[in-house]
């Protein structure tokens, strides 16, 4: 068994970390307190992956959920699932909204809490066979989503590869683009994997037409599902975080994926329009056009009765129609896994990842901004240096964000 540890920091780590484990647990068969209550024996063959099962048969979920600011925690203790989560997941911060970086990285408090969830991370670790990653998910605009996430890369999470779910900061943004660009550094250098997303891309990508915030944090955990969905259920084609890295991932510092989601039947036709969702501009989770750049590498994981002979002819198809996007040496582009089980109300359905040099833009805007900011007097700056960060810190989060930003259009036109 290949299990995830997932760590939800901040308020938008925790509000779609609610959405997730709801969908997690329904989709294993589990009721609220953890019991399993399904139908098929294929709900619990790899149940283990993200759930830990008690003496007395209760399943809980491998997750710490932690906040500086105690509300969205405190939201989860009231929400009707709450009998899911273990008392001691549940790391609630005493403090106001952290807001900036600063005391989300080195405030006591935030010492404090990346302790407590270092602590967890150890005890679920123990209770583990073999954990293949750690999965954050987190906001870079919040203080805490961006400060306490740097903390934990910084210091690592015991060896174990670190996927993060990342929601850029839309534009335009002040305080968030500061908590973005000291962010970002830490994401190229410590995660093996980083997904992206922003609020306009998962609204635009929600499946009702005016989605509130609970619908985008839908659209969110359902990327994660379709993520882990092959080692969860059994599949055609396996496409395990491991192999998923290697495929998508082709220096260290590139690993800032798009990633989009598409439903369908399981026609030929189908699979064929399903899979040109991958590069299409209006279905990404983030708002970057993926062809706007050269495509580094992508994956599609299918979930349903796919036929694997209409897949691949959809996505040699898709190739050769985008060939321009592709860098020459890039002989097998697209990665495929298929699971067996659709989502609830679905029959197929397809998670696709694009490693594009265009992801550079969402790291490059928030940097222009704050460059902005600093040519026109630093506004808000002061609340950065109260909290112990320096003009040369911020000049070295830019550097540093320039050569990711150098660093993916040089392997994109090599
Ligand atoms: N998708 C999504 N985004 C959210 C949610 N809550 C906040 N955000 C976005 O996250 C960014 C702010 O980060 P938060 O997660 O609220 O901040 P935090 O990590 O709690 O940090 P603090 O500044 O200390 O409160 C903004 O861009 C918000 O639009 C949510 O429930 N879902
Ligand atoms: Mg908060």
Not at 129 to 155: C, E, N, Y
Not at 350 to 379: I, P, Y
Request: proline share 5%.
């Amino acid at each position: 068994m290949q299990e995830i540890i997932t760590i939800h920091i901040g308020q938008c780590g925790v509000c779609v970390g609610l959405k997730y484990w709801e969908s997690l647990a329904d989709e294993h068969g589990l009721d609220c307190q953890g019991r399993f209550v399904g139908s098929s024996p294929l709900q619990l063959e790899k149940i283990g992956v993200n759930f830990a099962e008690s003496q007395s048969g209760r399943h809980s979920p491998r997750a710490v959920f932690a906040d500086l600011d105690s509300t969205s925690v405190a939201a989860l203790s009231a929400s009707s699932c709450t009998g899911l989560f273990r008392p001691d997941s549940l790391i609630e911060g005493t403090g106001e909204a952290a807001s900036t970086y600063g005391r989300g990285y080195d405030s006591p408090g935030a010492k404090a809490m990346a302790e407590s969830i270092l602590t967890s991370v150890q005890r679920q670790l123990e209770l583990s066979d073999r954990v293949r990653a750690v999965h954050i998910v987190h906001s870079l605009g919040g203080g805490t989503g961006s400060g306490l996430t740097s903390r934990l890369l910084q210091q690592g999470l015991s060896g174990v590869p670190v996927h993060t779910f990342s929601l850029f900061p839309g534009q335009p943004a002040i305080i968030e683009a500061y908590n973005a660009t000291l962010c970002a550094p830490h994401l190229a250098s410590s995660a093996e994997i980083t997904y992206c997303w922003d609020l306009a891309g998962l609204r635009a990508a929600s499946e009702r037409p005016k989605p509130d915030i609970e619908d985008v944090n839908r659209t969110a955990a359902n990327m994660m599902l379709g993520l882990t969905a092959c080692v969860r259920f059994p599949g055609q084609l396996n496409l395990s975080p491991g192999k998923l890295a290697s495929a998508l991932v082709p220096l260290p510092r590139l690993h800032f994926l798009l990633s989009s989601l598409g439903w369908g039947s399981t026609h030929g036709n189908s699979v064929r329009e399903l899979s040109a969702r991958m590069l299409s501009p209006e279905a990404q989770l983030a708002a970057c056009d993926p062809s706007a750049g050269r495509i580094l590498s992508a994956a599609g994981i299918f979930r349903g009765r796919v036929p694997i002979q209409a897949l691949d002819s959809a996505l040699t198809d898709l190739r050769a129609r985008r060939e321009a996007v592709f860098p020459n040496w890039l002989t097998h582009a697209f990665s495929t896994g298929v699971c067996d089980i659709p989502p609830r109300g679905e029959t197929v359905s397809a998670a696709f990842f694009v490693n594009s040099s265009s992801t550079a833009n969402l790291v490059e805007q928030q940097a222009t901004q704050v460059r902005k900011l600093f040519a026109s007097g630093r506004a808000f700056f002061h609340l950065y240096q109260q909290e112990g960060i320096t003009e040369g810190d911020m000049s070295e989060a830019l550097d540093e964000c320039d050569r990711l930003c150098s660093l993916y259009r040089e392997t994109a036109t090599a």
